[in-house]
C-alpha cells in the first residue's frame, strides 16, 4: 500500500520546500529525497489533509512540490 507523506526539505544552498512523496513508510520517502540531494528536515504529512493530494492543482494550492517538478521547475541544487 502507497501512503501518502510531506517532507520538509533543505538544498545545499539553504533554500526549503515542502514535498508530497508517496511511498510505503517515511524511512523510504527519506531514502528518495536522499538519494535526489535533498536534506530531510521533518515529517510534516500530519500538517495538510488528504484532498490536499488529490491532484497537481490541489498540491500546488496547498504549496507542495512533487520530486520531478521540484528538480525540473525550481532552482533547486542537489546536496551531492
Given at each position: 500500500?502507497?501512503?501518502?507523506?510531506?517532507?520538509l526539505?533543505?538544498?545545499v544552498?539553504?533554500?526549503y520546500?515542502?514535498v508530497y512523496?508517496?511511498?510505503?513508510t517515511?524511512?523510504?520517502?527519506?531514502?528518495?529525497?536522499?538519494?535526489i540531494g535533498?536534506?530531510?528536515i521533518?515529517d510534516?504529512?500530519?500538517?495538510?489533509?488528504?484532498t490536499?493530494?488529490?491532484?497537481?492543482?490541489?498540491?500546488?494550492?496547498?504549496?507542495?512540490?512533487?520530486?520531478?517538478?521540484l528538480v525540473?521547475?525550481?532552482?533547486f541544487?542537489?546536496?551531492?
Amino acid at each position: 500500500m502507497t501512503n501518502h507523506y510531506v517532507a520538509l526539505i533543505a538544498d545545499v544552498t539553504g533554500h526549503y520546500a515542502t514535498v508530497y512523496v508517496p511511498g510505503k513508510t517515511w524511512g523510504n520517502v527519506i531514502n528518495q529525497l536522499e538519494d535526489i540531494g535533498c536534506e530531510v528536515i521533518e515529517d510534516q504529512t500530519d500538517d495538510y489533509e488528504i484532498t490536499d493530494f488529490n491532484d497537481e492543482e490541489s498540491m500546488k494550492e496547498a504549496g507542495l512540490w512533487t520530486i520531478p517538478d521540484l528538480v525540473s521547475k525550481t532552482d533547486f541544487v542537489a546536496n551531492h
